[in-house]
Nanobody, 127 residues
C-alpha cells in the first residue's frame, strides 16, 4: 500500500517560513500525483497544492499562490512544501497525499482523488 509520513511542522511567527516534507515508503509514488491538504480547527479539509508525477506541473489554491511552493524528488521519494510569508490563517494540520496519475486529468485537487494519506503535521502561525 505504501506509507506517507509528514515532518517539518511547528510554531512560527507571522511572516516566517517552514518547509514540510513528506517521505514515502513501502512503494514508489513516482507515478502518482502528490498533494498537500490542510485542516484547520472546526473547518473541513481543504486542498493546498499538488504536483504532477513528472514534477513539471504544479497547482495551488489561490490563498497560497506566490507564498507556497510544492516540489518533489522522485529518486528520494520525497515531496516538499515550502511555505513562506506564513499567516495565522495558515494554521492547520497539513496532510500529504498521493493520487494515482494513470488515467487522471490534471489538476488533481479533490480529496477523493487521493488514495494514500499521511497522518499530518501541525503548523501553527502566531500573530
Amino acid at each position: 500500500q505504501g506509507q506517507l509520513v509528514e515532518s517539518g511542522g511547528g510554531l512560527v511567527q507571522a511572516g516566517g517560513s517552514l518547509r514540510l516534507s513528506c517521505a514515502a515508503s513501502g512503494r514508489t509514488f513516482s507515478t502518482y500525483a502528490m498533494g498537500w491538504f490542510r485542516q484547520a480547527p472546526g473547518k473541513e479539509r481543504e486542498f493546498v497544492a499538488a504536483i504532477w508525477w513528472r514534477g513539471g506541473s504544479t497547482y495551488y489554491t489561490d490563498s497560497v499562490k506566490g507564498r507556497f511552493t510544492i516540489s518533489r524528488d522522485n529518486a528520494k521519494n520525497i515531496v516538499y512544501l515550502q511555505m513562506n510569508s506564513l499567516q495565522p490563517e495558515d494554521t492547520a494540520v497539513y496532510y500529504c497525499a498521493a493520487a494515482p496519475a494513470n488515467g487522471r486529468s490534471w489538476p488533481l485537487f479533490r480529496s477523493y482523488e487521493y488514495t494514500n494519506w499521511g497522518q499530518g503535521t501541525q503548523v501553527t502561525v502566531s500573530s
